[in-house]
T-cell receptor, first 115, second 111 residues
Framework: DQQVKQNSPSLSVQEGRISILNCDYT??????FLWYKKYPAEGPTFLIS?????DKNEDGRFTVFLNKSAKHLSLHIVPSQPGDSAVYFC??????????????FGKGTKLSVIP | DTAVSQTPKYLVTQMGNDKSIKCEQN?????MYWYKQDSKKFLKIMFS???????INETVPNRFSPKSPDKAHLNLHINSLELGDSAVYFC??????????FGPGTRLLVL
Protein backbone atom coordinates (compact mmCIF):
# COMPACT_ATOMS: atom_id res chain seq x y z
CA ASP A 1 0.00 0.00 0.00
CA GLN A 2 2.47 2.56 -1.24
CA GLN A 3 0.95 5.95 -0.64
CA VAL A 4 3.70 7.76 -2.54
CA LYS A 5 4.87 6.26 -5.79
CA GLN A 6 7.78 7.09 -8.03
CA ASN A 7 7.29 4.76 -10.94
CA SER A 8 10.57 5.50 -12.72
CA PRO A 9 13.48 3.96 -10.85
CA SER A 10 15.96 5.75 -13.10
CA LEU A 11 16.25 8.59 -15.59
CA SER A 12 19.11 9.66 -17.87
CA VAL A 13 19.27 13.18 -19.27
CA GLN A 14 21.82 15.08 -21.32
CA GLU A 15 23.55 17.99 -19.62
CA GLY A 16 21.73 21.25 -20.30
CA ARG A 17 18.39 19.59 -21.02
CA ILE A 18 15.36 19.41 -18.76
CA SER A 19 14.96 16.63 -16.19
CA ILE A 20 11.40 15.77 -15.19
CA LEU A 21 10.86 13.52 -12.21
CA ASN A 22 7.36 12.33 -11.44
CA CYS A 23 5.54 11.33 -8.28
CA ASP A 24 2.00 10.09 -7.61
CA TYR A 25 0.21 9.83 -4.29
CA THR A 26 -2.96 8.17 -3.10
CA UNK A 27 -3.66 9.69 0.32
CA UNK A 28 -6.02 12.67 0.06
CA UNK A 29 -4.92 13.83 3.51
CA UNK A 30 -1.48 14.81 2.24
CA UNK A 31 -1.21 18.57 2.15
CA UNK A 32 2.52 19.22 1.88
CA PHE A 33 4.94 17.74 -0.61
CA LEU A 34 8.71 17.75 -0.63
CA TRP A 35 11.57 16.66 -2.82
CA TYR A 36 14.81 15.41 -1.34
CA LYS A 37 18.07 14.72 -3.10
CA LYS A 38 20.41 11.99 -1.93
CA TYR A 39 24.01 11.27 -2.85
CA PRO A 40 25.52 7.84 -2.09
CA ALA A 41 26.58 7.37 1.54
CA GLU A 42 24.92 10.64 2.58
CA GLY A 43 21.60 11.55 4.12
CA PRO A 44 18.75 13.04 2.07
CA THR A 45 18.99 16.79 1.55
CA PHE A 46 15.88 18.95 1.31
CA LEU A 47 15.48 20.47 -2.15
CA ILE A 48 12.09 22.11 -2.60
CA SER A 49 8.54 21.82 -1.32
CA UNK A 50 5.01 22.81 -2.19
CA UNK A 51 1.83 23.28 -0.21
CA UNK A 52 -1.44 21.86 -1.47
CA UNK A 53 -2.83 25.39 -1.83
CA UNK A 54 -0.36 26.07 -4.62
CA ASP A 55 0.21 24.45 -7.99
CA LYS A 56 3.76 25.62 -8.61
CA ASN A 57 6.85 26.54 -6.62
CA GLU A 58 10.10 27.64 -8.14
CA ASP A 59 13.60 27.91 -6.70
CA GLY A 60 16.35 28.63 -9.16
CA ARG A 61 16.71 25.73 -11.56
CA PHE A 62 14.17 23.66 -9.65
CA THR A 63 10.40 23.87 -10.07
CA VAL A 64 7.80 21.65 -8.50
CA PHE A 65 4.33 21.35 -10.01
CA LEU A 66 1.34 19.96 -8.15
CA ASN A 67 -1.85 18.66 -9.76
CA LYS A 68 -4.16 17.91 -6.84
CA SER A 69 -7.00 16.50 -8.91
CA ALA A 70 -4.63 13.97 -10.47
CA LYS A 71 -2.72 13.45 -7.20
CA HIS A 72 0.46 14.02 -9.12
CA LEU A 73 3.52 16.17 -8.69
CA SER A 74 6.65 16.63 -10.72
CA LEU A 75 10.08 18.14 -10.27
CA HIS A 76 11.63 19.98 -13.18
CA ILE A 77 15.34 20.71 -13.28
CA VAL A 78 16.42 23.18 -15.95
CA PRO A 79 19.13 23.14 -17.11
CA SER A 80 20.36 19.80 -15.80
CA GLN A 81 23.95 19.65 -14.59
CA PRO A 82 26.22 16.65 -13.89
CA GLY A 83 26.18 17.57 -10.20
CA ASP A 84 22.44 16.92 -10.19
CA SER A 85 23.12 13.20 -10.60
CA ALA A 86 21.65 11.66 -7.45
CA VAL A 87 18.60 9.81 -6.16
CA TYR A 88 15.55 12.04 -5.82
CA PHE A 89 12.89 11.19 -3.26
CA CYS A 90 9.38 12.52 -3.29
CA UNK A 91 7.78 12.84 0.17
CA UNK A 92 4.40 13.89 1.49
CA UNK A 93 2.91 14.78 4.83
CA UNK A 94 -0.57 15.41 6.15
CA UNK A 95 -1.28 17.97 8.77
CA UNK A 96 -1.47 15.57 11.69
CA UNK A 97 -2.46 18.14 14.26
CA UNK A 98 0.13 16.79 16.65
CA UNK A 99 2.97 18.71 15.09
CA UNK A 100 4.79 15.60 14.03
CA UNK A 101 4.56 16.10 10.23
CA UNK A 102 5.39 12.51 9.50
CA UNK A 103 6.92 12.13 6.03
CA UNK A 104 5.94 9.31 3.70
CA PHE A 105 8.57 8.74 1.05
CA GLY A 106 8.52 7.31 -2.43
CA LYS A 107 11.09 4.78 -3.49
CA GLY A 108 13.25 7.31 -5.29
CA THR A 109 14.35 7.98 -8.87
CA LYS A 110 18.01 7.82 -9.76
CA LEU A 111 18.87 10.72 -12.07
CA SER A 112 21.97 10.53 -14.21
CA VAL A 113 22.99 13.68 -16.05
CA ILE A 114 25.31 12.86 -18.91
CA PRO A 115 27.97 15.46 -19.75
CA ASP B 1 29.61 22.42 12.43
CA THR B 2 27.57 19.43 11.23
CA ALA B 3 23.84 20.05 11.66
CA VAL B 4 22.71 16.47 12.31
CA SER B 5 25.35 13.92 13.20
CA GLN B 6 25.14 10.19 13.78
CA THR B 7 27.56 7.72 15.29
CA PRO B 8 28.72 5.26 14.28
CA LYS B 9 28.60 5.56 10.51
CA TYR B 10 29.08 1.81 10.08
CA LEU B 11 28.10 -0.95 12.48
CA VAL B 12 28.76 -4.64 11.91
CA THR B 13 27.61 -7.01 14.62
CA GLN B 14 26.43 -10.51 15.36
CA MET B 15 22.84 -11.67 15.72
CA GLY B 16 21.59 -11.45 19.28
CA ASN B 17 23.78 -8.52 20.26
CA ASP B 18 22.52 -5.21 21.66
CA LYS B 19 23.69 -2.01 20.02
CA SER B 20 23.03 1.73 20.12
CA ILE B 21 23.14 4.45 17.50
CA LYS B 22 23.53 8.04 18.62
CA CYS B 23 22.12 11.16 17.01
CA GLU B 24 22.76 14.80 17.82
CA GLN B 25 21.48 17.98 16.21
CA ASN B 26 22.87 21.45 16.82
CA UNK B 27 20.05 23.28 15.05
CA UNK B 28 17.92 23.95 18.11
CA UNK B 29 15.03 21.96 16.63
CA UNK B 30 12.27 20.59 18.83
CA UNK B 31 11.39 17.48 16.81
CA MET B 32 13.64 14.56 15.94
CA TYR B 33 13.03 11.37 13.99
CA TRP B 34 14.43 7.95 13.23
CA TYR B 35 13.94 6.49 9.75
CA LYS B 36 14.90 3.10 8.37
CA GLN B 37 15.92 2.55 4.75
CA ASP B 38 15.63 -1.13 3.98
CA SER B 39 17.07 -3.22 1.16
CA LYS B 40 14.24 -2.11 -1.13
CA LYS B 41 15.38 1.48 -0.55
CA PHE B 42 12.16 2.62 1.12
CA LEU B 43 12.65 5.30 3.76
CA LYS B 44 10.17 4.65 6.55
CA ILE B 45 9.49 6.55 9.74
CA MET B 46 10.16 4.64 12.94
CA PHE B 47 9.90 7.17 15.75
CA SER B 48 9.37 10.86 16.32
CA UNK B 49 10.15 12.83 19.44
CA UNK B 50 9.04 16.36 20.21
CA UNK B 51 10.74 18.08 23.13
CA UNK B 52 11.87 14.70 24.51
CA UNK B 53 8.38 13.20 24.26
CA UNK B 54 7.48 10.34 21.95
CA UNK B 55 4.79 11.40 19.44
CA ILE B 56 5.10 8.77 16.71
CA ASN B 57 5.83 5.13 17.22
CA GLU B 58 5.21 3.22 14.02
CA THR B 59 4.87 -0.55 13.95
CA VAL B 60 8.37 -1.26 15.07
CA PRO B 61 9.39 -4.29 17.17
CA ASN B 62 9.78 -3.40 20.82
CA ARG B 63 13.40 -4.49 20.54
CA PHE B 64 13.89 -0.95 19.23
CA SER B 65 13.80 1.70 21.92
CA PRO B 66 14.46 5.38 21.31
CA LYS B 67 15.85 7.50 24.11
CA SER B 68 15.98 11.27 24.19
CA PRO B 69 18.12 12.55 27.07
CA ASP B 70 17.60 16.13 25.92
CA LYS B 71 16.15 18.07 23.00
CA ALA B 72 19.35 17.84 20.97
CA HIS B 73 19.80 14.07 21.20
CA LEU B 74 17.76 11.09 20.07
CA ASN B 75 19.47 7.74 20.44
CA LEU B 76 18.26 4.39 19.15
CA HIS B 77 18.91 1.25 21.14
CA ILE B 78 18.33 -2.15 19.54
CA ASN B 79 18.13 -5.34 21.59
CA SER B 80 18.66 -8.89 20.33
CA LEU B 81 19.62 -7.87 16.81
CA GLU B 82 18.22 -9.94 13.95
CA LEU B 83 19.35 -10.38 10.34
CA GLY B 84 16.34 -8.36 9.15
CA ASP B 85 17.53 -5.36 11.12
CA SER B 86 20.29 -4.82 8.57
CA ALA B 87 19.53 -1.47 6.97
CA VAL B 88 20.58 2.16 6.90
CA TYR B 89 19.17 4.17 9.80
CA PHE B 90 18.74 7.91 9.39
CA CYS B 91 18.17 10.45 12.10
CA UNK B 92 16.45 13.73 11.21
CA UNK B 93 15.31 16.90 12.93
CA UNK B 94 12.72 19.49 12.04
CA UNK B 95 11.96 23.10 12.75
CA UNK B 96 9.31 24.23 10.28
CA UNK B 97 6.68 22.03 8.68
CA UNK B 98 8.40 21.59 5.37
CA UNK B 99 12.00 20.89 6.21
CA UNK B 100 13.52 17.89 7.91
CA UNK B 101 17.30 17.79 8.09
CA PHE B 102 18.82 14.34 7.86
CA GLY B 103 21.98 12.89 9.29
CA PRO B 104 24.45 10.95 7.13
CA GLY B 105 23.01 7.57 8.11
CA THR B 106 24.28 4.55 10.04
CA ARG B 107 24.81 1.41 7.99
CA LEU B 108 23.98 -1.56 10.18
CA LEU B 109 24.93 -5.06 9.10
CA VAL B 110 23.85 -7.98 11.24
CA LEU B 111 25.73 -11.23 10.59
Amino acid sequence: DQQVKQNSPSLSVQEGRISILNCDYTNSMFDYFLWYKKYPAEGPTFLISISSIKDKNEDGRFTVFLNKSAKHLSLHIVPSQPGDSAVYFCAATPYSGAGSYQLTFGKGTKLSVIP
Amino acid sequence: DTAVSQTPKYLVTQMGNDKSIKCEQNLGHDTMYWYKQDSKKFLKIMFSYNNKELIINETVPNRFSPKSPDKAHLNLHINSLELGDSAVYFCASRSTKETQYFGPGTRLLVL
